[in-house]
């Protein structure tokens, strides 16, 4: 058995990534295993918005910590992941949902995030491409788009560039006590072992309460100066699902390529990835009730992908409560990428015993009973 590290982080998507910079800048040697490169899966297959949600207060307090480190990071390394400073423009159908958008524009705004309410004409000068008789909005300044597999790689290069090591190509097919066995029966040691491999948590975990939340997304050729702001419908993350488990909410981003990338919906019981034309032509058909001109794009490819989602909708960050020395970072749904620096701040803080930004506790995996019942590994 070799001996390599005090941390493997297995899985290179964003959120991975993330945990094994942070706990290598901590002066622990790391490890990053992934069965591809950084920044496949999940990470590759998201919309990489950077934003403040608040459907909750845990959620908001992960996203603000996580949304200021994100802040420092473009300010070191402008460049990385094209990042788009666009903000985001939440619109509002109707009177209801507009008196939530206010309420959202209050409570960021107090929690120092800067958000406006504006009316339906304020949101026309703002986006001409908007349809007519929308009831408002608000608009959040701060928000952004990255592109996350470029940050996913540069996260991981310069893990390597501290002295931390990097293994691709090589899965790990069996966690054990204190150590991990890759395919072809290699063993390497390490006295913690982070798993952040989204909805494959269950190859080696099964114990742990991650499923599969399926999205369908497309992108346009490119139509510079059309649309400057992330447009989402107040209706995203509320909508009802369908018989079929779809719910469908409009949520747009303009690229710094000039390319629309629109989604989005959400659809359980679904494992695979392929691309469902009765889904997409649903997506596309919320994004064009919103803006119309979309209808007149060229769609140039479409895919799918499925997001690691928890039963309570918060990620779960922190120590396994049934193995000894194995940590989680998994269940981030669709704010990995918002999430992703705030989440390995939180893991590393807990693995070398500091107080952290935020109490940590609602992201306690222990919270889910079940994994209790998981016996010590071998």
């Given at each position: 058995?070799?001996?390599?590290?005090?941390?493997?982080?297995?899985?290179?998507?964003?959120?991975?990534?993330?945990?094994?910079?942070?706990m290598?800048?901590?002066?622990?040697?790391?490890?990053?295993?992934d069965?591809?490169?950084?920044?496949?899966?999940?990470?590759?297959?998201?919309?990489?918005?950077?934003?403040?949600?608040?459907?909750?207060?845990?959620e908001?307090?992960?996203?603000?910590?996580?949304?200021?480190?994100?802040?420092?990071?473009?300010?070191?390394?402008?460049?990385?992941?094209?990042?788009?400073?666009?903000?985001?423009?939440?619109?509002?159908?109707?009177?209801?949902?507009?008196?939530?958008?206010?309420?959202?524009a209050?409570?960021?705004?107090?929690?120092?995030?800067?958000?406006?309410?504006?009316?339906?004409?304020?949101?026309?000068?703002?986006?001409?491409?908007?349809?007519?008789?929308?009831?408002?909005?608000?608009?959040?300044?701060?928000?952004?788009?990255?592109?996350?597999?470029?940050?996913?790689?540069?996260?991981?290069?310069?893990?390597?560039?501290?002295?931390?090591s990097?293994?691709?190509?090589?899965?790990?097919?069996?966690?054990?006590n204190?150590?991990?066995?890759?395919?072809?029966?290699?063993?390497?040691?390490?006295?913690?072992?982070?798993?952040?491999?989204?909805?494959?948590?269950?190859?080696?975990?099964?114990?742990?309460?991650?499923?599969?939340?399926?999205?369908?997304?497309?992108?346009?050729?490119?139509?510079?100066?059309?649309?400057?702001?992330?447009v989402?419908?107040?209706?995203?993350?509320?909508?009802?699902a369908?018989?079929?488990?779809?719910?469908?909410?409009a949520?747009?981003?303009?690229?710094?390529?000039?390319?629309?990338?629109?989604?989005?919906?959400?659809?359980?019981?679904?494992?695979?990835?392929?691309?469902?034309?009765?889904v997409?032509?649903?997506?596309?058909?919320?994004?064009?009730?919103?803006?119309p001109?979309?209808g007149?794009?060229?769609?140039?490819?479409?895919?799918?992908?499925?997001?690691?989602?928890?039963?309570?909708?918060?990620?779960?960050?922190?120590?396994?409560?049934?193995?000894?020395?194995?940590?989680?970072?998994?269940?981030?749904?669709?704010?990995?990428?918002?999430?992703?620096?705030?989440?390995?701040?939180?893991?590393?803080?807990?693995?070398?015993?500091?107080?952290?930004?935020?109490?940590?506790?609602?992201?306690?995996?222990?919270?889910?009973?079940?994994?209790?019942?998981?016996?010590?590994?071998?």
């Amino acid at each position: 058995m070799s001996v390599v590290a005090d941390v493997i982080v297995i899985g290179a998507g964003i959120v991975g990534a993330a945990c094994a910079l942070a706990m290598q800048q901590e002066g622990l040697r790391v490890t990053l295993i992934d069965a591809a490169s950084p920044g496949c899966g999940v990470t590759a297959a998201g919309m990489g918005h950077l934003v403040a949600l608040d459907e909750t207060d845990e959620e908001l307090d992960l996203c603000l910590l996580s949304l200021g480190l994100w802040k420092d990071f473009m300010r070191a390394h402008p460049a990385v992941g094209e990042p788009s400073h666009c903000g985001t423009l939440w619109v509002a159908d109707n009177e209801h949902q507009l008196a939530e958008a206010q309420a959202r524009a209050t409570r960021l705004s107090q929690r120092g995030w800067n958000a406006e309410s504006l009316s339906g004409a304020q949101v026309s000068r703002l986006e001409p491409a908007l349809r007519p008789g929308l009831a408002g909005g608000v608009r959040v300044f701060g928000d952004s788009v990255v592109y996350p597999p470029a940050v996913a790689h540069f996260l991981a290069s310069e893990l390597v560039r501290r002295g931390g090591s990097l293994r691709l190509g090589q899965a790990v097919v069996r966690i054990g006590n204190g150590f991990v066995v890759l395919t072809g029966d290699e063993r390497v040691a390490a006295k913690h072992v982070v798993v952040a491999t989204g909805v494959e948590v269950a190859k080696l975990l099964p114990e742990v309460p991650v499923f599969a939340r399926k999205g369908h997304l497309l992108i346009t050729d490119r139509y510079p100066g059309r649309l400057g702001h992330q447009v989402v419908s107040m209706n995203y993350g509320q909508a009802s699902a369908r018989a079929d488990a779809l719910a469908v909410a409009a949520n747009v981003q303009p690229r710094p390529t000039g390319q629309w990338l629109v989604g989005s919906c959400r659809q359980d019981g679904q494992r695979d990835t392929s691309v469902d034309p009765a889904v997409l032509r649903a997506v596309l058909r919320s994004a064009i009730e919103l803006l119309p001109c979309l209808g007149d794009m060229q769609i140039i490819r479409s895919w799918a992908g499925l997001r690691p989602a928890s039963p309570d909708g918060k990620p779960l960050i922190g120590p396994h409560p049934g193995r000894a020395g194995v940590w989680l970072a998994v269940g981030h749904e669709g704010l990995g990428v918002t999430t992703a620096f705030a989440s390995a701040r939180l893991l590393t803080d807990q693995m070398v015993g500091r107080p952290g930004p935020l109490d940590a506790s609602p992201y306690d995996p222990g919270r889910f009973l079940a994994l209790w019942s998981q016996s010590n590994a071998e």
